[in-house]
């Protein structure tokens, strides 16, 4: 019963090629997020969608997509994929809907590490 | 956001009692200081929150500076599950749900 859950855990592929990683939260919140942790271990958040709406968006690649089926999903696809794209990739849900967002607790997922050789 | 300042990384011995220092000086009034932690080979996890009085929970307890331009996050009785990065973030309003992570504290603990 994972509140958070990402699919694949582990991901290796070649340059060039387009993959996609999988988020569903099953805690029922509105809100959720992509972030990137690079090889230095900087966590920077990429995109925030609340209600399958897009209401952050960093600056990122065209080549990166989120896709919200539905708020309990978040998807991620990544085009071209890029020696510098391996990294861990998290993803995070809140509550939404709230007066105070600064307030809201976060619940990440385990992270997918992305390997792109 | 205002930036937070938080050693690279501390020390302690498990069952000892941890204080995490962070000092946020240009803090604004409506900026929320939260605690965050990672688990080596995990995703980050919420740990506390508060605005201006100290605040207590199952997990740690956060004590506020008067000013507001520190804070400190205490581990009563260190084990050694609690080795992990410990970010302070400060939250204001106007960046809304964006969790803004710095290069937070390495905790290690000793047996």
């Known amino acids: 019963d994972t509140a958070v859950s990402q699919t694949p855990k582990y991901l290796v592929t070649q340059m060039g090629n387009d993959k996609s990683i999988k988020c569903e939260q099953n805690?029922?919140?509105?809100?959720m997020y992509w972030y990137k942790q690079d090889s230095k271990k900087f966590l920077k958040i990429m995109f925030s969608?609340?209600?399958?709406?897009?209401?952050i968006n960093e600056t990122v690649p065209n080549r990166f997509s989120p896709k919200s089926p539905d708020k309990a999903h978040l998807n991620l696809h990544i085009n071209s994929l890029e020696l510098g794209d391996s990294a861990v990739y998290f993803c995070?849900?809140?509550?939404?809907?709230?007066?105070?967002?600064?307030?809201?607790?976060?619940?990440f997922g385990p992270g997918t590490r992305l390997l792109v050789l | 956001d205002a930036k937070t300042t938080q050693p690279n990384s501390m020390e302690s011995n498990e069952e000892e009692p941890v204080h995490l220092p962070c000092n946020h000086s240009t803090i604004s009034g409506t900026d929320y200081i939260h605690w965050y932690r990672q688990l080596p080979s995990q995703g980050p996890e919420y740990v506390i929150h508060?605005?201006?009085s100290n605040v207590n929970n199952r997990m740690a307890s956060l004590a506020i500076a008067e000013d507001r331009k520190s804070s400190t996050l205490i581990l009563h009785r260190a084990t050694l599950r609690d080795a992990a990065v410990y970010y302070c973030i400060l939250r204001g309003y106007s960046s809304a749900s964006k969790i803004i992570f710095g290069s937070g504290t390495r905790l290690s603990i000793r047996p």
């Open positions: 508060g605005l201006t």
């Open positions: 969608y609340n209600n399958k709406e897009l209401i």
């Open positions: 805690l029922g919140h509105d809100t």
């Open positions: 995070a849900s809140s509550q939404g809907g709230l007066r105070a967002p600064n307030q809201e607790t976060q619940y």
